[in-house]
């Protein structure tokens, strides 16, 4: 069900239950249930860096993890958008959904509180500037307020799905 290329992924309950070796018994059949581990790829890793990352879910560069605390550096506000200036710059070369400048993620001191906004302020004009699509976690719609991100959440900023996660 996750592999990128939809000609990899099952296509039937069926095939899906088989793996996940969960189909019912059937008196009389000749189905033989036989545990199976599916094999990972490298871009389907699970292992989750130290600290805190986006992992990307959905979109041109599938598979990618971007550590947050590393992006950051010494500063508190991490810039996503389409534009190369951004801290964490997105390719989107087959729709238009993605914003120059879409959100930003600012973390406290203690680096234990991560927020998103949608968004970004716009120096030239001295003004936030919100998204043209939106910015929604756990498809709830993010405001320049902003959402306080907890491990496992799941931001969708254009056609791009990226999990929150908070590792140690």
């Known amino acids: 069900?996750?592999?990128?290329?939809i000609k990899d992924r099952s296509q039937s309950v069926r095939t899906v239950m088989e793996v996940l070796?969960?189909?019912?018994?059937?008196?009389?059949?000749?189905?033989v249930r036989q545990p199976v581990m599916p094999?990972?790829?490298?871009?389907?890793?699970?292992?989750?860096?130290?600290?805190?990352a986006l992992r990307?879910?959905?979109?041109e560069g599938?598979?990618?993890?971007?550590?947050?605390?590393?992006?950051?550096?010494?500063?508190?506000?991490l810039t996503i958008g389409?534009?190369?200036?951004?801290?964490?710059?997105?390719?989107?070369?087959?729709?238009?959904?993605?914003?120059?400048?879409h959100c930003?993620?600012?973390?406290?001191?203690?680096r234990l509180s991560w927020t998103i906004r949608d968004g970004q302020w716009d120096k030239a004009n001295r003004m936030w500037k919100n998204s043209s699509n939106g910015t929604f976690v756990n498809?709830?719609?993010?405001?320049?307020?902003?959402?306080k991100l907890s491990d496992g959440d799941i931001i969708a900023i254009g056609d791009f799905r990226l999990r929150f996660e908070k590792n140690g």
Not at 82 to 101: C, F, G, I, P
Request: charged letters at 20%; glycine letters at 10%.
């Open 1 to 5: 069900c996750l592999a990128p290329s």
């Open 21 to 31: 070796g969960r189909l019912p018994e059937v008196p009389g059949s000749n189905f």
């Open 56 to 59: 990307l879910l959905q979109g």
């Open 82 to 101: 389409r534009d190369a200036d951004n801290s964490l710059h997105l390719v989107e070369s087959h729709s238009s959904y993605l914003s120059r400048k």
């Open 139 to 147: 498809s709830t719609q993010v405001t320049e307020l902003g959402h």
């Open 62 to 77: 599938y598979g990618n993890v971007y550590p947050l605390d590393a992006m950051l550096g010494a500063g508190h506000i």
């Open 104 to 110: 930003c993620i600012e973390v406290d001191d203690s």
């Open 39 to 52: 094999e990972f790829n490298s871009a389907m890793d699970v292992s989750r860096p130290k600290g805190c």
